[in-house]
T-cell receptor
Framework: EPEVTQTPSHQVTQMGQEVILRCVPI?????FYWYRQILGQKVEFLVS????????KSEIFDDQFSVERPDGSNFTLKIRSTKLEDSAMYFC?????????????FGPGTRLTVL | GIQVEQSPPDLILQEGANSTLRCNFS?????LQWFHQNPWGQLINLFY???GTKQNGRLSATTVATERYSLLYISSSQTTDSGVYFC????????????FGKGTKLSVIP
């Protein structure tokens, strides 16, 4: 069964460093998303991406964040200058776009630790 | 106001018992999903259920869109069912973002 994959599973970085989190969505999907979950809290939406541009973003997704689909398979989230409060689990998701609002499939997550 | 509210927040079950988790949402259903977050933090898709009833093994879910709630049933619980169960919903027409509830933390003890 097709699935969303994410790398790395765990990333440790120093405050102020740039990180890139990588995702491979399900191959025929057209919509891509990033969510994050701070430890012990609920999952929060960051951004959605369709047709090579951001379609929606939350207040969390400020100028420190960017997303890119550099080729036909990868979808990345970049944090330019990490802060302690960026420590969280980051989930990538994708959906087919067959219906107006259809099921989103989530990857296993990347646990980001900022020291 | 209430957007996506889950109850109970915590639940402890003896292995073999049944349980019902509830999700209330404040507006019309666009996309209702249930997830299980395992102890390793992975989110597992359980059901996509904007309306009606679905079953998958020992799990089933029902969404009553007109009354704005969804229920997740777990029968004959096993220790591997432990974790946090989230429901999530797209709250606004024209949006794609899922809004998650705070989850129900389930502990199944032998």
């Amino acid at each position: 069964e097709p699935e969303v994959t994410q790398t790395p599973s765990h990333q440790v970085t120093q405050m102020g460093q740039e990180v890139i989190l990588r995702c491979v969505p399900i191959s025929n999907h057209l919509y891509f998303y990033w969510y994050r979950q701070i430890l012990g809290q609920k999952v929060e939406f960051l951004v959605s991406f369709y047709n090579n541009e951001i379609s929606e973003k939350s207040e969390i997704f400020d100028d420190q964040f960017s997303v890119e689909r550099p080729d036909g398979s990868n979808f990345t989230l970049k944090i330019r200058s990490t802060k302690l409060e960026d420590s969280a689990m980051y989930f990538c998701a994708s959906s087919s776009g067959a219906g107006f609002v259809d099921e989103q499939f989530f990857g296993p997550g990347t646990r980001l630790t900022v020291l | 106001g209430i957007q996506v509210e889950q109850s109970p927040p915590d639940l402890i079950l003896q292995e073999g018992a049944n349980s019902t988790l509830r999700c209330n949402f404040s507006d019309s259903v666009n996309n209702l999903q249930w997830f299980h977050q395992n102890p390793w933090g992975q989110l597992i898709n359980l059901f996509y259920i904007p309306s009606g009833t679905k079953q998958n093994g020992r799990l089933s879910a029902t969404t009553v869109a007109t009354e704005r709630y969804s229920l997740l049933y777990i029968s004959s619980s096993q220790t591997t069912d432990s974790g946090v169960y989230f429901c999530a919903e797209v709250l606004w027409a024209g949006s794609y973002q899922l809004t998650f509830g705070k989850g129900t933390k389930l502990s199944v003890i032998p």
